[in-house]
């Protein structure tokens, strides 16, 4: 990015700043907006300020002051991801990588770096990679997952139940979604509080966000060497034995960003559909009358607070123009997925219903379009609607504006949801679920995801003294037959 597409005033005189007092004092370079610190808290307003002064395409500052484009209007957004000739998701292209203006410290680092991920590729290389994830997720059983999430739900309410109080972001939305996930990889012995602090920590760009990274990665790659040695009905070891043939390396790092990805997006889908049950209550109203299903506030959910802000950086291949901003070579571009589902020429009344309209922005689109957004779907689906049937007088347990939110460029989500309602008894859930299809050979007597044999009722004992129905008895026709045979006069 140029010094004249960053200057307001439209010259490159560095002079030209700001007068004392002036509000653009506080700014970054060139009296541009950062979006990190202290005048990034409400990132939402930011966007709308950039929208306001730049239109649908802004310049803007990430950490340590690196530009950035932020595309903040839909139909910029779908173009971008609809033009792979003219913007690429290859970082290696980008300039501020490639001068060093962004160093291998950079907070951001996690997210921008290139690796041997679909994510990141094009043309041939994109279609093996995505092939392969793609056709590894085609193996997970969709009807099983439901009734694991389903069961999983019972477990996580089970721990708090009896209390008649819980957090439901620390208690639940954390912990379905890497439950969930844990158990599709073929790691469910590696769930725990530590892997979910790391999978939300990498995305905040702080001090640890590295470590957490290299935590993460440690624990794939050793799932990794389990796998090629012992291949199980699993999502990794489908992902391994696909024919593309990846190697360790691109292995360990689709199972991170898959991993990354839908626990994430899914943590923060069931924390904002939970919110707006417990804070609106025209939305609780719809929902238990029937005029709205969970599905549909669970898409409701996906315009108005979608899980993921922004994805960066996409990257210019060619000098360019969008939105009325000259966009050169090598500038990188972040895919603005909560401006781009406000945009007033797409929504120009935020609060109208959009009822089953999947035109957000919230699983990308083009070839990078999120290939697992259905796995997400039926977390957010089974989970609240599963919730909501255990404990149906669920109430928040503190005002509306007392709710805290934490915020980094990647997301919004809630530090805490606090709940109330009756106590009530654990249910007893005996079965181990699983998603997984397991071999017809193999024993499956715990199996949620294949048909298992109903056990037959014992014969009754008939008294010696009582005499046996006749055959004639025993075949007498039912109700509904004798009906239908009065009804055709016979």
Same mark, same amino acid.
């Given at each position: 990015m140029t010094p004249e597409s960053h200057s307001p005033t439209g010259t490159d005189d560095p002079t030209l700043g700001p007068p004392p007092g002036c509000p653009a004092h506080g700014l970054g370079?060139?009296?541009?907006?950062?979006?990190?610190?202290?005048?990034a808290e409400d990132l939402g307003a930011v966007y709308e300020n950039l929208r306001a002064e730049h239109g649908s395409v802004a310049p803007a500052l990430l950490h340590e002051d690196v530009p950035i484009w932020v595309v903040l209007g839909h139909g910029e957004n779908m173009h971008m991801l609809r033009t792979p000739s003219q913007y690429s998701r290859d970082t290696r292209l980008w300039a501020p990588l490639q001068d060093?203006?962004?160093?291998? $410290?950079?907070?951001?680092?996690p997210?921008?770096?290139?690796?041997? =991920?679909?994510? &990141?590729?094009?043309?041939?290389?994109?279609?093996?990679? %995505?092939?392969?994830v793609t056709g590894?997720? !085609?193996?997970? $059983?969709? %009807?099983?997952?439901?009734?694991?999430?389903?069961?999983?739900?019972? &477990?996580?309410? #089970?721990?708090?139940?009896?209390?008649?109080?819980?957090d439901l972001v620390a208690q639940f939305a954390e912990h379905l979604p890497m439950a969930m996930m844990c158990e599709i990889l073929g790691m469910p012995e590696e769930y725990n509080d530590r892997l979910v602090h790391a999978a939300r920590d990498?995305?905040?760009?702080?001090?640890?966000? =590295?470590?957490?990274?290299?935590?993460?990665?440690?624990?794939?790659? %050793?799932?990794?060497? %389990?796998?090629?040695?012992?291949?199980?009905? $699993?999502?990794? !070891?489908?992902?391994?034995? &696909?024919?593309?043939?990846?190697?360790?390396?691109? =292995?360990?790092?689709?199972?991170?960003?898959?991993?990354?990805?839908?626990?994430?997006?899914?943590?923060?889908?069931?924390? #904002?559909?939970?919110?707006?049950?417990?804070t609106d209550p025209g939305f609780r109203a719809r929902l238990n009358g029937g005029q709205m299903t969970v599905p549909q506030a669970v898409e409701q959910s996906l315009w108005d607070e979608p899980p993921f802000s922004t994805i960066l950086p996409y990257v210019a291949k060619q000098e360019t123009e969008l939105g009325g901003q000259r966009i050169r070579k090598g500038d990188g571009l972040i895919l603005g997925m909560a401006p781009g589902n406000v945009d007033p020429r797409v929504r120009p009344d935020l609060t109208a219903n959009m009822q089953g309209n999947r035109s957000h922005l919230a699983f990308s689109g083009g070839p990078h379009e999120c290939p697992g957004q259905d796995i997400g779907r039926a977390i957010a689906d089974v989970g609240v609607d599963a919730l909501l049937t255990r404990l149906p007088d669920i109430q928040l347990d503190c005002e509306e504006d007392e709710l805290r939110w934490r915020a980094s460029i990647s997301n919004r989500h809630l530090v805490e949801l606090p709940v109330k309602f009756a106590p009530k008894p654990q249910q007893d859930v005996r079965q181990r679920p699983s998603i997984n299809p397991v071999p017809a050979q193999r024993s499956n007597d715990w199996l949620v995801s294949t048909q298992q044999p109903q056990p037959m009722a014992p014969e009754p004992v008939i008294p010696a003294d009582e005499p046996t129905p006749t055959p004639e008895l025993a075949r007498r026709p039912g109700v509904?037959?004798?009906l239908l045979r009065w009804w055709r006069g016979d």
């Open positions: 370079p060139g009296g541009l907006r950062r979006l990190y610190g202290p005048e060093g203006t962004v160093k291998p $410290d950079h907070p951001l680092m997210i921008v770096a290139w690796q041997p =991920i679909c994510c &990141h590729a094009e043309g041939d290389e994109h279609l093996r990679l %995505r092939g392969a590894a997720m !085609s193996t997970i $059983d969709h %009807r099983g997952i439901r009734r694991h999430i389903n069961r999983a739900t019972q &477990h996580l309410v #089970n721990k708090f139940c009896e209390e008649g109080r819980a990498m995305l905040k760009g702080t001090e640890t966000a =590295i470590a957490s990274n290299a935590y993460l990665m440690d624990v794939l790659m %050793r799932l990794t060497t %389990r796998r090629r040695a012992e291949p199980k009905e $699993d999502f990794t !070891s489908h992902l391994i034995n &696909h024919p593309a043939r990846l190697d360790d390396e691109e =292995i360990g790092q689709h199972l991170r960003v898959v991993l990354i990805v839908a626990y994430e997006s899914t943590a923060n889908l069931l924390a #904002n559909v939970l919110r707006v049950v417990l509904f037959r004798r």
